[in-house]
């Protein structure tokens, strides 16, 4: 430390000498070492070794008090000017090296992956089922659910199929024991399409009407890659007086649009199923080729996606309805094979595998 | 099935520029469905007719030709060829350097190119049939046996499709879209079609010429509802040969194998109108044509050698003594057109297709005339068909007589005639068309239509007979025919009116989506689909009385005949199938249940079982608290997040797969709705679920109440602070967590259990379980001292009723 020895003027002007050019020196240095410091740890250290309590600075500043008023002014101006200059410094430093730091020390991995919540999903025919749903809701159609087991009279001679049609054998058809050789109201069998649905919605809740009603059926037949014999159907019916087919297309552009996510163009051409009149089979315009022709569409330009028709009236019939006042619109697509076109899923015996390394790819 | 463009055109004469791509468009549209077109010359492009000028041994293999062979090229070219029936002047098929071929008629083509064989230069090669696809036109012994052309008077180098007049667009027709129209089923009935389509006068087909008055021959029909009309014509004076080219021809591009003048003309015949035909040998026919059910155990060997053992439910075609075809699906081999056979019986019949279908089905039989017979032919299709036979076999065989003629017609049918008021259509179709419009629509297709007498705006269309088969018969069809002739195409789309009443409400359905969505999203569990046939094994390790479900008549297998009265067994396979690659899983299943019982959900006369939507769902993992826990919590919070009234647990009804100590009734509304439970040991065993554990849920959703709206309910923030403390206490193993909670529930503002613990440190009949309270009040912040004091009395109430002992305490 040093200390001013006032009994000697010579050396007073001597330390006052000294005195200033050693303020300036230690403005200096703490000046450059406040810039170079790297971390505010290393300003802390700065700050205490100059304006600590025991500080070089302070310390001079404490000395101030035994030199001459004089002297004590003109030392005393320059060293609070200079803990003015350094803790100026100092704060300018410390904000900049908080502007510039992480909050991390060391190095951070920011290519480890992220923590994924934790969650199941739907099925992938759920999710279609429900993206459908949502779609036609928003055009005040309700969601009709009918029960699984049917009988021949809803499942078939309401739908105007003949009485020897192929599909009320039990080759085809699940019939229950004990009832498969009864007939009509008695032969039970778990539903082979959703078209009966139509009928016991239109009794119950009668015309005009607007539902869907999704659901699984069952056909009793040899399974591979393309065929099952419990799968997806959804089906949606309108009814209303004087009711064109031409209006038909708002069901198929409703579904086609919402699974494909764009305007897609749909064509109806003749087709037959007992339960309409006129009745068609429905295709799109093969997305990938633009209808140009290629090898999905088998160079048709045209995929079928779905059958259709008007009600035949023997079925208004059925439900109570006049087919003379009453009209309509009837779609019926198979959910297996939209979701397998949506995704690209190549065997439908995926769906009731009950696989979660299938299943969970649909989170 | 397939067509014959050139076929077609003998019946009507198309537009000369009508591309294939615009007839199978048009057809798809408004008929059937064409899936494809083909030119049979595309196949054999640079294939020529030539003639061999000289042959010489190969120097350097034994069986191989060296061949100069005049192409019509200015010098003759050298092909080298194995053929061993090689002979001057003899004329071949060359396929020359570009065109394609099959190697020995096998795989897929390949291009022939110029070839050096062993040291000589081969221009291309001489063909057998089999190698360009020729096979059933000019059957070879082998394919070292090349084609013989040298009856074709063509000049060497003239492309083989002409010579072969091969030039003709095939049209392959998806046969399901023709099932409604049987009309249709042969080549006339699309002529028809296209008719109609191009606006082209149809053209007659001959009618029979009798030139004189044969006698008849003794036809019986026994079984009139089964064939209501059969014809036998007899002609004598007949030769067994191979048929002329043009007719071989005819019959092969549309996929039918030539075999000989006789039944050629009948297949011919049925591919014309078809109305399917069959010859027998009238030298075979004992006295008279009976047509009958078979006799049960009666024996008939096919044409194609399969022996059939008959039943009552078979039609037949008798003599006076046997049987001598399966009426309607292909003849006997002993009675049908032999070798020998001068005399033939030409048979022209109408069969039951249900009857015939049925025949077909159960003997494995799938034939051209079964395939027509069951869509259902015309009668009056059969005097088309007995015109076109009538006139081939005059035509083919200058001898042959028709010696007798029996037209056997118990029942005659009538076809309808529809009344359409204009109105109807007008408004169906979306456009006005008078009379005229619709008469131009219909009447080229072969309906009648007239004016109502009665009233104007009516019409009286009488459906012609080959659309009388059940095909139309209502209004309705005739709109379909009117439309479709206007082509689909040509509607624009009408957007439909529609009355808007109120918001749709359904609550059953939106809390189901609302617990699938909650699992899956909220609960992280993944949604499965199971078949509603049940294997035997998962029946039973679920502990299932099997006698309590339906069963399926003709099950998928053996083993999965019954029909799920639960989900657990479901869940059970799925959890052993899917333990093969995960060790814990989080799964559910919502669908329908069926149990024997009685329900009406539509009508009295229709009893369908009682069938009900249950919620099944596993947790599984290594630690059973863990996973039990799981799957109570995941129960505990569904009422809040689905918007329904409160579940509550009981011990009431274990089912038979839970185990003994750990499972919990479902209770909602006083009634129990369900059980959570762990698999028990034995269940696990025979579902083969090792070395894990389970907890699993079912619940009758139908038996969820949903709220009526969200209940959700707004509490007061407190005011002030709220303080926590934890409690560890010390009690006897068989206390339960209810009866701490019952204690301390009145005492504090919350409170939450935190875990329990048993092992070091705890004595063996003791356990330790830690819990959380919040303490307050609404007037003041609590004092250390007061905290402590409630603190105190909390522990004094449990000491005193549950004698616990205080591990620890800390805020
Ligand atoms: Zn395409």
Redesign the pocket.
Known sequence: MIRPMSYDWGVFVLWRWVMKDKLLTMQNECIESVTQAGSEQALEEIRLKFLGKRGELTSILKALGSLPPEERKETGMLANSIKSKITTAIEAREQTLIAEKSVIEGEFDLTVPGLIPESGSLHPITQMCYDLNDAFHSMGFEVFAEDEITSELYGFDHLNFPPAHPARESMDTYWLEGSENETGAKRLCLRPHLTGASVRYLKKHGAPARFVYPGRVYRNENTDARHERAFFQYEALIVDRNFSFASGKLLVKTILDKVFGRDVDVRMRAGFFPFVEPGFEIDMK????????????K???W?EVMPGGTPHPNVLKAAGLDPLEWSGFYINVGLDRLVMMRTGVDDVRMFHSADLRFLSQFK | MKFSYNWIREYVELPANLSMKQLSYDLTMRTVEVENTENLADALDQIVIGRIDSLESHPQADRLTVCKVDVGLPETVVIVCGGINLAVDMKVAVALPGSMVRWHGEGDPVQVKKTVLRGIESYGMICASSEIGLHDLFPGSDDREIMDLTSFESPSGTALAEVLLLDDQILEIDNKSMTNRPDLWGHYGLARELSAIYNKQLKPLPTAVVAHTPSGFPVEIDETDRCNRYIAAVYSGLKYEPSPYWLQLKLWKVGLRPINNLVDITNYVMLVTGQPTHGFDKGHVDERIVVRNARSGEKLEMLDGSKLELSEDDLVICDANKPMALAGIMGGKADSILPETSEMILELAKFDPTTTRRSAQRHGMRTEAGVRNEKGVDAERMDQAFGVADQLIRELIPGAKLTAYEDCRPIHVTYPEIKVPLSFLNVRLGRELDFNAVAATLKPLGFGVAGNSEDESVLNIRVPSWRGTGDIDLPDDILEEVARMIGYENFDFIPPQITLERAIRQRRIETERAIKEYLAFRAGFQEIFTYPWIADQYLKAAAIDPAKCLRLATPPSPETSHLRSSLVPGMLEAIARNLRYYDSMKIYELTQVYEPGISNPSEEAETLPLMRRKLAAAVVGKDPVKVFREAKGVIELMPRIVQTEALNFIQKDKPDWADQKVWLNIVSCDRVIGTIALLSAQTMHSADIRKTMAAVIELDVEELEPLPSRENKYRPLPQLPLVEQDFSILVDRNVKWREIEDLISGMVRSYAFIEEYTGKQVPNDKKSVMFRVWIGSDTKTLTAEEIDAESQRILKKIRKKLGGEIRQSNS
């Open positions: 093969c997305l990938v080729c633009g209808g140009k022709g290629c090898r999905v569409c160079h048709v330009g995929i």
